[in-house]
């Protein structure tokens, strides 16, 4: 028997039946469901150093578990010192079993090491169901020895659903696991 992380079974076991029961659903189609999660980051000082870039790039591959791909800068800034083409940061999509895997991960053991953690904020759906959610330091993930960093950054973690309304992302993310503030 092929493996199943246990977020993927959880939906279709339980959450599938919950979405339907609050939103009164039709048909199971309809239900909302993640279709990816996009972890990036920006390395503002890349335009002095090219070697951060490649640190990023090793930091998200190993938290991830898959390749980063360095992302570059769509036009001339000439404050910045920046030109055309010159990567600026990195950037990694996950779908399907590393999707769930990571998002499991996040949720049991990233988000509680964070210092004086009460939850993550509601506030960052865009209204069309997509979440954002900054990330202050990626030491909160056990994957990163502490030792190897040359420097603490954040990231963003972009949670992409198939729901038409904030609402119903939210309530799909909290089955999910992940620990809204309580306002």
Same mark, same amino acid.
């Given at each position: *028997?092929a493996?199943?992380?246990?977020?993927? &079974?959880?939906y279709k076991?339980?959450i599938?039946?919950a979405?339907?029961?609050e939103f009164?659903?039709?048909?199971v *189609?309809?239900?909302?469901?993640? +279709?990816?999660?996009? #972890?990036?980051?920006?390395v503002?000082a890349a335009?002095?150093d090219k070697?951060?870039? +490649?640190? $990023?790039l090793d930091?998200l !591959?190993t938290? !991830?578990? &898959?390749? @980063?791909?360095?992302?570059?800068s769509?036009?001339d800034v @000439?404050?910045?010192?920046?030109?055309?083409?010159?990567?600026?940061?990195?950037?990694?999509t996950?779908?399907g079993?590393?999707?769930?895997? %990571?998002?499991d991960?996040?949720?049991?053991? $990233?988000?509680?090491?964070?210092? +004086?953690f &009460?939850?993550?904020k509601?506030t960052?759906? +865009?209204?069309r169901?997509?979440?954002?959610?900054?990330?202050t330091?990626?030491?909160i %993930?056990?994957?990163?020895?502490?030792?190897k960093i040359n420097?603490i950054?954040?990231?963003d973690i972009?949670f992409? !659903?198939s729901?038409?309304?904030?609402?119903? @992302?939210?309530?799909?993310? !909290?089955e #999910?696991?992940?620990?809204?503030k309580?306002?």
């Amino acid at each position: *028997m092929a493996y199943i992380p246990r977020l993927k &079974q959880e939906y279709k076991e339980r959450i599938i039946k919950a979405l339907e029961e609050e939103f009164g659903y039709k048909n199971v *189609m309809q239900v909302p469901k993640l +279709d990816k999660i996009v #972890l990036s980051r920006g390395v503002g000082a890349a335009v002095a150093d090219k070697k951060l870039v +490649d640190h $990023a790039l090793d930091e998200l !591959t190993t938290i !991830t578990g &898959q390749k @980063a791909v360095s992302t570059l800068s769509k036009k001339d800034v @000439a404050a910045f010192k920046l030109r055309k083409g010159m990567p600026i940061g990195a950037k990694v999509t996950l779908r399907g079993e590393r999707m769930y895997e %990571f998002l499991d991960r996040l949720v049991t053991v $990233a988000l509680p090491r964070v210092r +004086d953690f &009460q939850g993550i904020k509601a506030t960052g759906f +865009d209204g069309r169901g997509n979440y954002n959610l900054g990330v202050t330091e990626q030491i909160i %993930f056990p994957e990163m020895n502490i030792d190897k960093i040359n420097r603490i950054n954040g990231m963003d973690i972009t949670f992409v !659903t198939s729901a038409g309304t904030d609402k119903e @992302a939210k309530s799909l993310l !909290t089955e #999910l696991g992940l620990p809204f503030k309580k306002n």
